[in-house]
């Protein structure tokens, strides 16, 4: 794919600290068509991609139904569409893992943000924040995760860049820093000026690789293309320069300030910056909060968590693909691993290393990969394992779904079997499984339609169990909570049709619409509404 080295022939043999510190595991957030897929693609032309797990999607099958999604995940069995890619680049190794868009769009693609140490934010340079690249980025505040900016599309007609800069600042409350400036707008965008360097980087059509990219002066520019106003390049960069706050590492290591690269993923302009700026900047896999301690990513005992869990939709075939983030340590094919919540020993005999070309000569991986472990059900999604303690990784919380349905069975003498089948759907974050105070049939959240769409699936396939789903009058859900045990029990009391437990026995009050949960929570004091869950 590319001439860049892939040194997994020889794996490295360096202490785990080295390998530790060469990762570098990130998401890329995005609202649907800001150019994800595009920006993919193109990172990992850069970077000769060592193995897709699955491939990136062809650009015809981008746009795959729903069903026809479900119809490829049976034809293939387990299917592991794209959810690691891992590649190398200048010595570095980077895992990018997928978060799903689109029709896909679920709960996943909130809970693979908990398994990373930086994202991507890419934003159309004509549209600025989306609705979903704001919600993906609220949940990557929660864990106060590094956001590096790559606003594309700059080769068609944007926004003025310093409002983009400022909505940013404004609506996600985050400082910014421009790495890169774009010289020239849309169908004159010839380039990228280096605030750091100084330098411009020239914009040479499709395919530019690395330091392929031509370097000039700005002075030079003028030679480039006639129909550049020079003053006002000058004066804009001038302006940059001055009211642009300097890019400071802390403060963007802790999830307070984002560095701003500008190009085009399509003409692959800005990438090998943004590339490098990762490189460069993004950390190193992080220390991880466990319920005991914190977990260094360089200790040399192996632990890690469950954050996906991919179910074969193919009846005959019940296994599953837990996807787990190395936390700490070297897993090794065929290694022993502890499931904390069990108790039990699980030999790690074939876990699916993402890292090698060819899967059969990689049979290690480092803190900061993910792994895909083959089984039967045992695993869950937040689970830990580890060589033997009895820690867990407070990782993977539980976010309120935006869509609330309640399940509706076509033979009602299941009605047992179906509250069995719900609660395994739910311990496998299939779906989350809310059951009414007042008796009245469980209701069923997601975070995007698919989920429901696989929920069915799944019940028909594993309990022949056929079901449909109705509107509720319930359309919001938020977990609720108070020091004060009473003030909960009062509450609870008082609003007991709105009130269901979760999968765990949690209360959470489903409220009708944001006015009704608004205009609820200002009369419930002490009490607190949360739309996360954490493990505990
Ligand atoms: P995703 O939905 O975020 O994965 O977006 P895609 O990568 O599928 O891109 C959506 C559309 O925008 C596609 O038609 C792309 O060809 C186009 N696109 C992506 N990046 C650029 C870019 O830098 N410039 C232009 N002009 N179009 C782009």
Same mark, same amino acid.
């Given at each position: ?74 034809? +293939?069995? &387990? ?35 908990? /398994? ?12 600025? &924040? ?14 106060? %995760?590094? &956001?590096?900016? !790559? ?10 860049? !310093? ?11 985050? =400082? ?13 965008? %010839? ?24 370097? &000039?002066? %700005?002075?030079?520019?003028?030679? %480039?293309? /006639? ?20 890019? =400071? ?32 900047? /993004? ?9 005991? +301690? ?19 939709? =193919? ?52 803190? $900061? ?20 303690? =009895? ?113 765990? $026995?949690?209360?959470? !009050? ?12 200002? +009369? ?13």
């Amino acid at each position: 794919m590319s001439d860049t080295a892939v040194t997994t022939e020889q794996p490295s043999r360096s202490p785990l600290s080295d390998e530790v510190a060469r990762r570098r595991t990130f998401a890329i957030i995005s609202h649907p068509d800001a150019g994800k897929t595009t920006l993919t693609e193109k990172l990992l032309l850069f970077g000769g991609a060592i193995n897709l797990a699955g491939q990136v999607k062809a650009k015809g099958e981008r746009r795959n139904t729903r069903s026809d999604w479900m119809k490829i995940e049976r034809e +293939r069995g &387990i299917s592991v569409v794209t959810s690691v890619m891992t590649f190398e680049f200048e010595g570095l190794v980077f895992n990018l893992l997928d978060t799903p868009g689109h029709e896909d769009f679920s709960e996943d693609t909130y809970r693979t943000l908990t /398994a990373v140490d930086s994202a991507v934010m890419v934003i159309d340079a004509a549209k600025g &924040i989306e609705a979903r690249t704001r919600k993906l980025f609220e949940v990557c505040r929660l864990r106060d %995760i590094p &956001i590096i900016t !790559f606003i594309n599309k700059m080769d068609r007609e944007s926004r003025d860049t !310093f409002d983009l800069m400022d909505e940013i600042e404004k609506t996600l409350a985050l =400082d910014t820093t421009p790495m890169t400036w774009p010289v020239g707008r849309g169908r004159d965008f %010839i380039g990228t000026y280096d605030i750091r360097d100084g330098g411009v980087r020239l914009l040479e059509g499709g395919g530019a690789k690395t330091g392929a990219a031509q370097q &000039i002066e %700005i002075s030079e520019l003028g030679k %480039i293309n /006639a129909n550049l106003d020079m003053s006002q390049i000058t004066d804009e960069l001038e302006l940059v320069r001055e009211a642009c706050k300097p890019f =400071d590492l802390e403060a963007f290591r802790e999830g307070h300030l984002t560095p701003v690269y500008f190009g085009s993923a399509l003409r692959n302009f800005g990438v090998g910056d943004l590339l490098e700026g990762l490189g460069r900047y /993004a950390p190193s896999p992080r220390a991880q909060d466990s319920n005991l +301690r914190k977990v260094d990513a360089a200790e040399p005992r192996m632990s890690a968590f469950v954050f996906k869990i991919q179910a074969n939709m =193919d009846p005959n075939h019940r296994d599953r693909i837990a996807f787990a983030r190395l936390c700490s340590g070297k897993l090794s094919r065929g290694m022993k691993a502890k499931l904390v919540r069990t108790g039990k020993t699980m030999p790690l005999s074939s876990p699916q290393f993402f890292f090698a070309q060819d899967r059969s000569v990689a049979d290690e991986a480092f803190a $900061g990969d993910v792994v895909g472990i083959p089984n039967h059900g045992s695993l869950r999604i937040g689970d830990t394992l580890t060589e033997g303690e =009895d820690l867990t990784f407070v990782g993977v919380p539980s976010f309120a779904p935006e869509i609330v349905r309640r399940v509706r069975l076509t033979d009602a003498m299941k009605a047992k079997k179906l509250k069995e089948a719900l609660q395994q759907m739910s311990e496998e974050g299939v779906v989350q499984v809310f059951r009414p105070r007042d008796g009245a049939p469980a209701l069923v959240g997601v975070v995007g339609p698919l989920q429901l769409d696989v929920l069915k699936a799944r019940l028909d396939a594993e309990y022949s169990l056929p079901v449909e789903f109705e509107v509720s009058e319930f359309s919001l859900a938020r977990w609720i909570s108070s020091d004060d045990k009473k003030k909960l029990e009062a509450f609870v009391a008082s609003n007991n049709s709105g009130v269901a437990d979760d999968v765990d $026995g949690d209360p959470v !009050f489903l409220a009708k619409n944001e006015f009704y949960l608004g205009y609820t929570k200002e +009369r419930a004091e002490g009490i607190v509404f949360s739309n996360v869950k954490d493990v505990k």
